[in-house]
């Protein structure tokens, strides 16, 4: 019944009925359109961002190459078969981990029926598991990295060409012949490498050729600064260091073209410091070696100083007639007729060295091998003259035919 409202001066006004508010049905309903035109813009644009996502992923991933999971090469082969079972050993730990974190996460969620129980704090079964099993994981990864590290050796002689020669060999009871490995010599120079056959006298810079399934035998050095020498469907990297000499031991098993660079910076024109490994039939090998002949030029030490001098995106060059002692003196950094070659600084050093008289020997060099990479000036640093020999240590000899000269 309607409530009678008294005014101030004693009268009566009419009841006020009580009425509910009204709702404009435009402006909800204007509202609740823009609300739905916005989660529209929203979605259309995460379906934007995500075609733009993953085209970007699929163009990133078009340029990638497999080399390093289906190599040509038996010993990148076995490190690969390395990589794939020590992976799925430690995958046995992470993926159990991983899938039981999202169901305790559900399983004992505020909302759920789960049992609690506050006083529990072990179990025997479940120790033993924690424990046992990561602890053989470990074993047999421990075991699959040592008899890996022995066996794949890089100065380790091969001990086969290829899995399946291995296995046919092994079937019908024979050993497996391994053919002569080639030598290669390998210099990392400012920016580019240079390789050296010297059983067959003749060089390449910036590209590598060896035969297909013949045992190849790198011999690795570098004149200015470390380097590293990595193809990755041979085999794995192997530092390259001035003044010392590494070895790789590898073999290619298929025929192709394939790439190789430098995987250690080494300064402005690292970036381009690549060429190409050609693995082709032993015939294909002979023409190769024959061309490199006829169109090379003659490589001895002046050339080499001339080469070794920094530049950038050199193109193949071939060369012939290389000088039987070439690589020696680079290793011993003696290419250079003055210097003294460090074997023989060794040597006269294991026989006591030359005393205060060896003093003579010693001179200053300025070079300008710092401006030529990039790099600040440096002073005058002392070196031993090549004017004594292990036999004559104070290099009598050599000063007297100095002064005669």
Same mark, same amino acid.
């Given at each position: 019944? !309607?409530?009678?409202?008294? &005014?101030?001066?004693?009268?009566?006004?009419?009841?006020?009925?009580?009425?509910?508010?009204?709702?404009? *049905?435009?402006?909800?309903?204007?509202?609740?359109?823009?609300?739905?035109? $916005?989660?529209?813009?929203?979605?259309?644009?995460?379906?934007?961002?995500?075609?733009?996502?993953?085209? %970007?992923?699929?163009?990133?991933?078009?340029?990638?190459?497999?080399?390093?999971?289906?190599?040509?090469?038996?010993?990148?082969?076995?490190? $690969? &078969? =390395?990589?794939?079972?020590?992976?799925?050993?430690?995958?046995?730990?992470?993926? !159990?981990?991983?899938?039981?974190?999202?169901?305790?996460?559900?399983?004992?969620?505020?909302?759920?029926?789960?049992?609690?129980?506050?006083?529990?704090?072990?179990?025997?079964?479940?120790?033993?598991?924690?424990?046992?099993?990561?602890?053989?994981?470990?074993?047999?990864?421990?075991?699959?990295?040592?008899?890996?590290?022995?066996?794949?050796?890089?100065?380790?002689?091969?001990?086969? =060409?290829?899995?399946? @020669?291995?296995? =046919?060999?092994?079937?019908?009871?024979?050993?497996?012949?391994?053919?002569?490995?080639?030598?290669? +010599?390998?210099?990392?120079?400012?920016?580019?490498?240079?390789?050296?056959?010297?059983?067959?006298?003749?060089?390449?810079?910036?590209?590598?050729?060896?035969?297909?399934?013949?045992?190849?035998?790198?011999?690795?050095?570098?004149?200015?600064?470390? &380097?590293?020498?990595?193809? !990755?469907?041979?085999?794995?990297?192997?530092?390259?260091?001035?003044?010392? +000499?590494? @070895?790789?031991?590898?073999?290619?098993?298929?025929?192709?073209?394939? +790439?190789?660079?430098?995987?250690?910076?080494?300064?402005?024109?690292?970036?381009?410091? *690549?060429?190409?490994?050609?693995?082709?039939?032993? @015939?294909?090998?002979?023409?190769?070696?024959?061309?490199?002949?006829?169109?090379?030029?003659?490589?001895?030490?002046?050339?080499?100083?001339?080469?070794?001098? !920094?530049?950038?995106?050199?193109?193949?060059?071939?060369?012939?007639?290389?000088?039987?002692?070439?690589?020696?003196?680079?290793?011993?950094?003696?290419?250079?007729?003055? $210097?003294?070659? %460090?074997?023989?600084?060794?040597?006269?050093?294991?026989?006591?060295?030359?005393?205060?008289?060896?003093?003579?020997?010693?001179?200053?060099?300025?070079?300008?091998?710092?401006? $030529?990479?990039?790099? +600040?000036?440096?002073?005058?640093?002392?070196?031993?003259?090549?004017?004594?020999?292990?036999?004559?240590?104070?290099?009598?000899?050599?000063?007297?035919?100095?002064?005669?000269?």
């Amino acid at each position: 019944m !309607p409530t009678p409202v008294t &005014n101030g001066y004693g009268g009566c006004e009419q009841p006020v009925k009580h009425s509910r508010p009204r709702i404009i *049905r435009r402006g909800r309903s204007t509202g609740t359109e823009n609300a739905v035109s $916005r989660i529209g813009e929203v979605i259309s644009l995460l379906r934007t961002l995500h075609f733009l996502t993953v085209l %970007t992923v699929c163009a990133l991933l078009g340029g990638c190459q497999w080399v390093l999971l289906a190599p040509s090469g038996d010993v990148a082969l076995q490190q $690969r &078969n =390395i990589l794939l079972t020590s992976t799925a050993l430690m995958l046995i730990i992470i993926l !159990p981990v991983m899938a039981l974190t999202v169901f305790f996460a559900w399983r004992y969620r505020s909302s759920a029926q789960a049992t609690y129980d506050p006083d529990w704090h072990h179990s025997l079964p479940l120790e033993v598991v924690i424990w046992t099993v990561p602890l053989l994981i470990i074993i047999a990864i421990g075991a699959i990295t040592w008899m890996g590290t022995h066996l794949l050796d890089p100065f380790r002689p091969l001990g086969r =060409i290829s899995d399946g @020669k291995a296995a =046919i060999a092994a079937k019908a009871g024979e050993v497996a012949a391994m053919p002569k490995p080639l030598v290669i +010599q390998a210099v990392a120079l400012d920016w580019k490498w240079l390789f050296l056959y010297p059983e067959q006298g003749i060089a390449a810079l910036n590209e590598v050729v060896a035969p297909v399934d013949r045992p190849v035998e790198f011999r690795i050095t570098a004149s200015t600064v470390m &380097n590293s020498l990595f193809i !990755p469907a041979l085999a794995g990297q192997i530092y390259a260091m001035p003044g010392m +000499q590494t @070895k790789l031991n590898a073999v290619i098993n298929h025929a192709g073209e394939f +790439q190789g660079f430098s995987a250690n910076y080494s300064g402005a024109g690292f970036s381009d410091m *690549r060429f190409l490994f050609h693995g082709v039939e032993e @015939k294909a090998f002979g023409d190769w070696v024959q061309a490199a002949r006829e169109k090379g030029s003659p490589l001895g030490r002046e050339e080499y100083l001339t080469l070794e001098k !920094p530049s950038e995106r050199e193109p193949v060059r071939f060369f012939r007639d290389v000088a039987p002692d070439l690589y020696g003196a680079i290793v011993n950094r003696c290419v250079d007729r003055s $210097r003294m070659c %460090t074997r023989d600084m060794m040597a006269m050093d294991a026989r006591g060295g030359g005393g205060k008289e060896g003093l003579s020997t010693v001179m200053l060099s300025v070079s300008d091998k710092a401006l $030529r990479r990039g790099g +600040q000036p440096v002073g005058a640093r002392p070196y031993v003259a090549a004017i004594c020999t292990p036999a004559d240590v104070h290099g009598i000899a050599g000063l007297s035919a100095r002064a005669i000269e």
